[in-house]
């Protein structure tokens, strides 16, 4: 039985060989894909609350997140792209975190929605509408909410969709909450007159027709479906799914000049079921997919490529086999 679980999603952004600190590495496909930039960016822009330049890290608080910026690209008057100069040729993000102010707006970039949370790239949003993007970290059907960078917010009132693999058409289908999975990558509109209070106007799920449908196959063939005497599901088997991505992010160089670039992003996705799942809001790519059952004490895997092709469904059968002890 194909249905979409529970997960979580974890990023890792690659600069030759440097790894960005805290994050686990997964094994992955390295693909030649589209440049997902716009789709698994994780950023947020609202009005700045406060500021901490001399604490060690520095800190700046946004949306009542503690964010550190030791080591962003800040642009306290540009925008965001990393490009704008002063009249000299200087970056005009010198003045650093001590050129933010408390109540201006501020985009904020991140590598990662790992906790604690740290900033690539920082600069005055101007009076954009409060805004964020990133990986959904859970969904509550019931109380109508999501979470997002740790923050849970209030979707019973948005206009929900999902926009498929080229955003820019303007292309998409309305959709159910219920279909929400953690992991899919979310663009949330939030309604200014309501801040603090965090209540969505429009919740886009990115590259939502990009799916991956995983049949599950015990070791005899058959298709997984596990329940117990009284036939209630038992989510013994765990799928998870790595992907490599090339994205665009914002740098500082030794001379305090922030510049972009193009890094390789780890994108790891995991899901628990009862059996087969279905992966919504891939990116375009090459996914890895492993399947793990525990099933009456006997551990079973299989592993398999797939390649994700933008508003499309990928059916792929994975058959599991018993784990090799030494």
């Given at each position: ?81 990393g ?5 000299d ?17 501020v ?54 969709d ?43 799920v ?58 390789r ?53 994975v ?8």
């Amino acid at each position: 039985m194909m249905k979409p679980t529970i997960g979580w999603i974890d990023m890792k952004v690659i600069a030759g060989a440097a790894l960005v600190a805290g994050l686990m590495l997964a094994t992955v496909a390295v693909v030649a894909a589209d440049d997902e930039t716009d789709d698994v960016a994780i950023h947020l822009q609202a009005p700045l609350g406060a500021t901490a330049c001399d604490a060690t890290p520095p800190t700046i608080t946004v949306l009542g997140l503690v964010i550190d910026v030791s080591t962003a690209a800040i642009d306290a008057t540009g925008g965001s792209d990393g490009e704008s100069e002063g009249e000299d040729g200087q970056a005009a993000g010198a003045s650093g975190c001590a050129g933010l102010v408390p109540g201006q707006g501020v985009e904020v970039a991140f590598a990662s929605d790992t906790v604690p949370l740290v900033a690539t790239a920082v600069a005055n949003g101007g009076d954009g509408e409060p805004q964020l993007q990133g990986p959904i970290q859970s969904v509550d059907p019931m109380l109508h909410t999501i979470t997002v960078l740790g923050l849970t917010i209030d979707v019973s009132a948005a206009n929900l969709d999902g926009a498929d693999d080229d955003a820019n058409d303007g292309a998409s289908q309305a959709i159910d909450l219920s279909t929400l999975m953690p992991g899919q990558i979310a663009d949330v509109q939030l309604d200014p007159s309501q801040l603090p209070a965090l209540v969505a106007t429009e919740l886009q799920v990115k590259n939502f027709t990009n799916q991956v449908a995983v049949e599950v196959d015990d070791t005899s063939g058959q298709e997984v479906d596990d329940v117990d005497d009284s036939g209630t599901e038992m989510d013994d088997v765990n799928v998870d799914v790595s992907e490599m991505v090339m994205v665009q992010t914002t740098a500082t160089t030794a001379a305090g000049r922030p510049v972009t670039r193009r890094v390789r992003k780890v994108l790891t996705f995991h899901r628990v079921s009862n059996g087969s799942v279905q992966l919504s809001g891939l990116p375009t790519g090459v996914a890895r997919v492993v399947a793990t059952r525990v099933h009456d004490g006997v551990t079973t895997t299989a592993r398999r490529a797939v390649v994700v092709r933008g508003n499309q469904t990928r059916t792929v059968r994975v058959r599991l086999h018993k784990v090799r002890t030494r």
